[in-house]
């Protein structure tokens, strides 16, 4: 499954940026998607998930009631709106993909890299005056 990723850029604190995730609407089964972020010097983290069948998102702390990722299950696309960015924000940001063959299995929130077997070209974000 190859996943597009998309959206990144050069933006000030306190600002908004709109990543997207899409996968090949031909992608047979159910897709969980889940976004990544790489700051230099760091481990890659995981920061939010999503079945692209049903469910909620969900969200690490760090960006928990700034980041809101939804989903547009006709395009197979995840969008991560990220709001009040902020300077430590800035990182590499990778999509992941996991795909299911029940939709009831997409609903568990899987947190690691192992878990996922798709992802996304990277797209940077820098958060800076």
């Known amino acids: 499954v190859q996943l597009q990723a998309s959206g990144g850029g050069l933006v000030q604190p306190g600002g908004s940026l709109r990543l997207s995730c899409t996968a090949p609407r031909d992608t047979k089964g159910t897709l969980g998607i889940a976004w990544f972020r790489q700051a230099p010097g760091n481990e890659r983290e995981w920061i939010s998930y999503i079945s692209l069948v049903s469910g909620d998102p969900s969200y690490s702390d760090s960006v928990k009631g700034r980041f809101t990722l939804s989903r547009d299950n006709h395009e197979n696309t995840a969008y991560l709106q990220m709001n009040s960015l902020k300077p430590e924000d800035s990182a590499v940001y990778y999509c992941?993909?996991?795909?299911?063959?029940?939709?009831?299995?997409?609903?568990?929130?899987?947190?690691?890299?192992?878990?996922?077997?798709?992802w996304g070209r990277g797209t940077l974000v820098t958060v800076s005056s």
């Open positions: 992941a993909g996991r795909q299911y063959w029940r939709v009831i299995d997409s609903l568990v929130v899987p947190t690691s890299l192992e878990e996922y077997g798709y």
